[in-house]
């Protein structure tokens, strides 16, 4: 099997030239256009050798935490927009590295190597336990009690995050009013309730919406309650 780098990296362009010059290494280059796209990926592969990221590109601060707690592959950062300030966030938040780009990729390439050799250690160590679900655009992790739509960061109050994550948690299940209330809410549900909750779900769904489409799919069903359908259980 042969060796692979993750490049999450919108300019497809600038890609291909890196693509070419690894691959005189034996190593191919799987591109990535945003940051929950490779997260889902790592949740079901992490045989790469690193992961390269053009911060010039991609927004890859708001879920390199999450990135980071999901794996112990090097993760190597270029910019062309080089700041003290941006280095130290990216260092705080799991980056192995923060540079400016070099000129030509071969010269990209070898720093990408040399550090990578310097992180193999760490990429033997075992990674820690942690559970991130992803559908389409829609990315929770629990760890953090965060939710990202499209790789941006979406405040939710408490309930509405405690509901999100429960549907999320049973989905392809249908979850009656009173397992939904009893759950979220911590009571059981008598149906006085019934407004509180329509409520609740209304402004999630607004939340999740992307594109005037809601990606989240809350599925009510009527005169019992609400599932959370993935494709995969239609």
């Known amino acids: 099997m042969s060796l692979k780098y993750i490049n999450v990296d919108k300019d497809v362009d600038i890609a291909n030239a890196h693509a070419d010059v690894w691959k005189d290494l034996g190593i191919r280059l799987q591109r990535f256009d945003d940051m929950t796209e490779t997260i889902q990926e790592l949740l079901t592969n992490t045989e790469y050798l690193c992961i390269t990221i053009n911060s010039d590109t991609v927004d890859f601060m708001p879920l390199l935490s999450t990135m980071r707690s999901l794996t112990n592959i090097p993760i190597l950062i270029a910019t062309d927009s080089f700041t003290t300030q941006k280095e130290v966030a990216a260092l705080e938040?799991?980056?192995?590295?923060?540079?400016?780009?070099?000129?030509?990729?071969?010269?990209?390439?070898?720093?990408?190597?040399?550090?990578?050799?310097?992180?193999?250690?760490?990429?033997?160590?075992?990674?820690?336990?942690?559970?991130?679900?992803?559908?389409?655009?829609?990315?929770?992790?629990?760890?953090?009690?965060?939710?990202?739509?499209?790789?941006?960061?979406?405040?939710?109050?408490?309930?509405?995050?405690?509901?999100?994550?429960?549907?999320?948690?049973n989905h392809g299940k249908v979850l009656s009013y009173n397992e939904i209330f009893n759950s979220v809410w911590g009571s059981d549900y008598d149906g006085s309730e019934r407004k509180v909750l329509r409520n609740a779900v209304k402004r999630l769904r607004e939340k999740l919406k992307v594109d005037s489409k809601n990606i989240g799919h809350i599925k009510t069903v009527l005169d019992y309650g609400y599932t959370f359908p993935f494709e995969s259980d239609k």
């Open 93 to 169: 938040n799991g980056a192995d590295l923060y540079t400016p780009w070099h000129e030509k990729p071969e010269d990209n390439m070898a720093s990408v190597m040399a550090h990578v050799t310097q992180l193999s250690e760490r990429s033997k160590m075992p990674r820690p336990s942690t559970k991130v679900m992803v559908y389409k655009g829609l990315l929770i992790a629990p760890i953090y009690r965060t939710v990202f739509v499209d790789n941006k960061r979406i405040d939710l109050t408490r309930q509405e995050y405690d509901l999100l994550y429960y549907l999320m948690m």
